[in-house]
């Protein structure tokens, strides 16, 4: 019998740049809407992955940090929980799944999310004329009123793996390929099946630079951080 996949992501973070070309990319792979000035001042901003700058040093001396930031997809999600329609669940691939035709919008959710990683929809989507065309058919396009989040673009693993059983082959280390894997120019996003040992994503949960954010609580996610190499720090330590 196959064993169940659980999908994860590792994010190096020696190698992230803080481009955003994972954002994006992301932005567009999910029909999320374009976000004006107003978004950022009032907090309603939509990001489904974002990159987190911290500052270390003293000018001149200054060097920058960049922590890619996304749905940690938690085995013990805190926001599951207390949703009251079921509209967020685990299913029995690791993935932390939002019915969005389900959701009522009572934004427990997003008060019980410790990384700050859901999103209310505040306002009808709306795009400008010149990228109509270029929304995603297989992603929703959701309406006011509801929570959304990061899916690690569940839409390509649906189609990579109904493609593999048509092909009657199993899905291999590599095959699924989320749009913010896809656009990272460093490599620095790896995905893949954390229960598949030869998996490259398995490899860097056991490398000793890993990290789980905020793993202190809990809630067991299944993404992965390398530290980064701190090229002025002693010879074999790391930040």
Known sequence: MAVERK??????????????????????????????????????????????????GEFPDVRARFVPMLCQHCENAPCESVCPVFATYHNNEGLNVQVY????????????????????????????????????????????????????????????TRDAGLEGREVTDGDVVPACVQACPTNALVFGDLNDHDSQVAHLREDGRQYRILDHLGTEPSVYYMAKIDPYAAEGEHA
């Not at 859901?118 to 929703?140: A, C, G, I, M, Y």
């Open 7 to 56: 999908w994860g992501m590792a994010v190096d973070a020696d190698k992230c740049t803080g481009c955003q070309a994972c954002v994006v990319a992301c932005q567009s792979e999910n029909n999320i809407p374009v976000n004006e000035p107003d978004h950022f001042l009032q907090r309603r901003a939509i990001q489904w992955i974002r990159i987190e700058r911290y500052w270390e």
């Open 101 to 160: 035709n389900r959701c009522i919008g009572t934004r427990f959710c997003a008060n019980n999310d410790p990384w700050n990683v859901r999103f209310f929809n505040f306002w009808e989507p709306v795009w400008p004329e010149t990228l109509r065309n270029q929304l995603n058919t297989d992603v929703s396009v959701r309406s006011r009123g509801i929570m959304e989040k990061c899916t690690f673009c569940i839409q390509r693993i649906r189609r990579t």
